[in-house]
């Protein structure tokens, strides 16, 4: 009988020969997903966060349909911020709006460290997960400090990240002050999805690749890698994303990840050659050419498959989310297809 530690996500993880690459994909459980839709109705996306049954149901619906290799916890970035009473709110179409935006280094007395008991329904989603789930792996994951920030500064989404990038250069005591905070706070969201029984875990950092090279070795990469450090010691695969990183992947994976999420700008080999030895990474079809004939996708995800033997271990997957469009059909007719491709 296998375990979870057995599972071709978490070998490819580590570098260890597998038979063909896992494949799991991010934001699979959402709007994609007609029972998603059915399920969600009536409750806000930040109620079905923090309510362990609906967490639950929502990360298993692709397991089911799609029959991926690893299950991504469903949750937000902005929980653990919400859990610690921050206001924020997920707008439809718009997302995350904070009602206080950071401006002062007396704003950051509102972020106080997290415990576990700030969010049990995590836990309990967590526990419940595991046991239905059996050998295949769940994936705990967290937004990056720098991406919390942005949202805290700005006040919500933004195209150029102006505010963020304006208080990091003008107020450095300030912003290194903020995402130290914020580094505590999501070091120990992954714990504590960690010692419930989460077999991976990934660290978001959505926005980074709107920063240079330099601006995120001197004001980002301290305080990913304190993140990543938090849960070093938990033994468990850690791997971190970024959306335009193509810059700043030897960086990414510097700061103490195991794989590098990279996306659709860049071909897997190139990137594992910017990586250097070793390297392991996750990716990378682009979201929009789901939409495609069949023919187009499957050339790609051959050639992805192929492009990712350069590295000593390749997860296979989107280059960012699901789009909510996406046909369902096609999503696991990928998945088939790369688990006929053998290494």
Request: net charge negative; hydrophobic share 50%; aromatic share 6%.
């Amino acid at each position: 009988m296998s375990t979870v530690s057995e599972s071709l996500l978490l070998r490819a993880a580590q570098g260890h020969a597998v038979s063909r690459p896992p494949v799991w994909f991010m934001r699979q459980a959402g709007r994609s997903l007609p029972e998603y839709r059915a399920l969600r109705l009536g409750s806000t996306m930040l109620e079905a966060c923090q309510n362990p049954e609906l967490i639950t149901e929502i990360t298993l619906q692709p397991v089911r349909r799609h029959r991926v290799d690893a299950a991504i916890f469903f949750s937000d970035i902005v929980v653990p911020l919400v859990a610690i009473g921050i206001d924020v709110d997920i707008v439809p179409g718009v997302g995350p709006v904070v009602a206080k935006p950071i401006r002062t280094l007396s704003d950051l007395e509102a972020l106080r460290p997290i415990a576990g008991d700030d969010v049990p329904y995590v836990t309990q989603a967590v526990q419940s997960l595991t046991a239905e789930l059996g050998d295949v792996p769940l994936i705990g994951f967290a937004g990056a400090p720098f991406t919390l920030a942005s949202y805290l500064i700005e006040g919500g989404p933004s195209r150029d990240h102006a505010r963020t990038k304006s208080l990091m250069h003008s107020q450095p005591e300030l912003w290194h002050a903020l995402l130290s905070r914020l580094a505590v706070i999501a070091g120990e969201f992954l714990a504590v999805q960690i010692e419930a029984g989460a077999s991976a875990v990934q660290l978001f950092d959505s926005w980074a690749g709107a920063l240079s090279a330099a601006d995120y070795e001197e004001f980002v990469a301290p305080h990913s890698a304190a993140v990543l450090a938090r849960v070093v010691d938990a033994g468990v695969p850690r791997i971190h994303f970024g959306v335009g990183t193509n810059e700043i992947l030897r960086q990414m994976r510097a700061v103490g990840a195991d794989v590098v999420g990279v996306d659709w700008r860049i071909p897997l080999d190139e990137a594992v050659r910017r990586l250097g030895p070793g390297a392991v990474v996750q990716g990378n079809l682009d979201p929009a050419l789901l939409f495609a004939d069949w023919p187009v996708i499957e050339a790609a995800v051959r050639r992805i498959v192929a492009e990712g033997r350069a590295a000593d271990g390749h997860i296979f997957n989107l280059g960012h989310g699901v789009l909510p469009d996406t046909d369902p059909g096609v999503i696991t007719a990928v998945v088939d297809l790369v688990k006929s491709l053998t290494l």
